[in-house]
């Protein structure tokens, strides 16, 4: 007989990614997670307050994964564009990942610890405290926004119109990372 996950926060988010993942972002429903999980959907509620809350623990494990594939030996441009890179590959490893982000509010821990985490390293290379909460919160809305427009095939032409998609990005990241880089010297 197969034994039921243990029902709490990381057993619900870990579903929600599942289904994300199988089914993308309009099959992700609380009702679907709970059938998962072989109970009823009430239950839920006494591990995630609604569904905002639910993704924004999503979006928390997404952020942490990513965070996990930078190398923080990097700095300044060399540093943003592999953040922006390790982002895009999220978004590209996890179905409709970038739809998700692009609706939650961030969880307190990816305000106070993961940001923070981003904006002590960025800092620790020469940027002021307010640039380098400009330059992670620049990279995370170029990734989003180019994960997003690129998975309307339709746009491809305008766009990138005869360039590799990847080729594309990655010129694209290190011009952005480049003139964020040089706010370094902006104290």
Request: overall charge negative; aromatic content about 6%.
């Amino acid at each position: 007989m197969e034994k039921k996950p243990t029902l709490d926060a990381t057993a619900i988010r870990e579903v929600g990614l599942a289904i994300l993942q199988q089914g993308g972002f309009d099959a992700l429903s609380l009702r679907k997670i709970a059938d998962c999980l072989g109970v009823q959907t009430p239950a839920l509620y006494w591990y995630v307050k609604n569904r905002a809350e639910l993704y924004g623990l999503m979006a928390e494990a997404l952020l942490r994964e990513v965070l996990a594939e930078v190398d923080f030996g990097l700095v300044g441009r060399d540093w943003l564009v592999d953040f922006g890179r390790a982002l895009r590959r999220s978004h590209l490893r996890r179905r409709d990942s970038a739809r998700l982000i692009a609706f939650v509010a961030p969880t307190d821990a990816m305000v106070t610890e993961l940001a923070e985490r981003i904006d002590t390293h960025l800092v620790s290379g020469g940027m002021t405290a307010p640039a380098a909460r400009l330059a992670q919160s620049t990279i995370n809305s170029f990734t989003l926004g180019w994960s997003l427009f690129q998975n309307n095939r339709r746009l491809d032409g305008i766009m990138i119109e005869g360039i590799d998609p990847e080729q594309a990005f990655d010129i694209a990241l290190n011009a952005v990372a480049q003139g964020l880089s040089g706010m370094q010297e902006q104290r």
